[in-house]
C-alpha cells in the first residue's frame, strides 16, 4: 500500500518542489502526500494557565502585524464552498498569516472560492482523508519554512479570534504545539453526549499515557512549530483520523504540549466526519487500533526522522 500511495503521490510532491514562492494553486496528487500520526511534551500536555486581565492588557499592547510573513493557517476542505467564504474573511479580520487551503478532492466549487479570497490552493486529485490533507499542508509549510502552522476547520466551527494566542504560545517558546479545547472555559458549541463519550474516553486515554489531563483530545484547532509540522512529513502520521493518537506520538517523541481554552460553535453545515451511526463506531475502533500501534512502536527521535 505504501508503495501504490507513494506513486500515485509523486505528481504532488513534484508540484511542491517547484511551487514558486506565493502560489495561488498547487493541483496535488497523491505522492505528496504519504499518509501516515499529535501533541505532548516528555512532560505531557498541560493546560497553559489562563492570563484573564494580563492577557487583555498583552493582547492590547501586541502588534498583530509583527506576525506577518512567519506562518500560515492551514485549512483542509472538502465541499466547503457554503461556509468557506466567511470563514476566510474571518480569519483575515484577526491574524495577517497566509491561508494555505488543501481542496481534498472536492466536487464542488471550494478551491473557486479559496482563490477568490485569496488564499493559497493545494488540491488532491480525489478524497484522501482529513489526515492526508493536513500532510500535505505540513509539506507545504515546511517548504515555506514557516515558523508556525494554526489550522482550523473549514466549516465555521473554529472561532479565529483564538489563532494569534494559539500561535503566540509557540512563537513565545511556550510549548511545540498547542491545543485549542472547547473545555476549559465551555463556551460555544459543545458536542453531543454520545460523540462526547468518546473524547472523555480517548482523554483519558491519552491523560494517563502522558501524564497529563487532556480535556479535548478530538481537538483539530491547534497550533504546531516548526519541528513539528516537519515531523508531521514523515509516515508515521495517520492519514485518516489524527486526534489522541498523535497527543501521544508527540509525547513519546518529546515535543513539548499544552491546551489553552478557545471557543467553538457548531458547525454551519451541520454535518461531521464522525457523524452517523457506523463512521462513530469505525472511528472509535481505528483510534483504539493506532493508539496501540503508536505505544508498541520505539519511541520516535524526530531527528532521525527522513522527511
Known sequence: MPTLLQSLMSP???QLASTPEAPTEVAAAEDSVAPTSDAPTSEGIEAAPTEGGTEE???????VESLRGRGAVLIPAYNE????????DRIRAHCPFDIVIV???????????????????LRHPFNMGYGAALQTGYKYAAKRDYEV????????????????????RILEGHSDACVGSRFLIGEGYIPPLARRAGMVLFGKIASIVTHRRVTDPTS???????????????????????????????????????????????????????????????YVFKMLLSICVTLLREPPDPERIPH
Open 12 to 14: 504532488l510532491n513534484a
Open 57 to 63: 492588557d498583552s493582547e492590547e499592547s501586541f502588534d
Open 81 to 88: 464552498e457554503q461556509c468557506l467564504g466567511e470563514v476566510l
Open 103 to 121: 481542496d481534498d478532492g472536492s466536487v464542488d466549487k471550494t478551491a473557486k472560492v479559496a482563490r477568490a479570497h485569496g488564499a493559497t490552493v
Open 149 to 168: 502552522l494554526v489550522q482550523i476547520d473549514a466549516d465555521g466551527q473554529h472561532d479565529p479570534t483564538y489563532i494569534v494566542p494559539l500561535a503566540r
Open 220 to 282: 483539530g484547532y491547534q497550533a504546531l512549530s516548526r519541528r513539528v509540522f516537519t515531523f508531521f512529513k514523515s509516515d508515521l502520521f495517520p492519514a485518516d483520523y489524527p486526534d489522541a493518537d498523535v497527543l501521544i506520538l508527540l509525547y513519546r517523541a518529546g515535543f513539548r504540549a499544552e491546551e489553552i481554552p478557545v471557543a467553538m460553535r457548531a458547525s454551519v453545515t451541520g454535518q461531521s466526519m464522525h457523524g452517523g451511526i457506523l463512521r462513530p463506531m469505525f
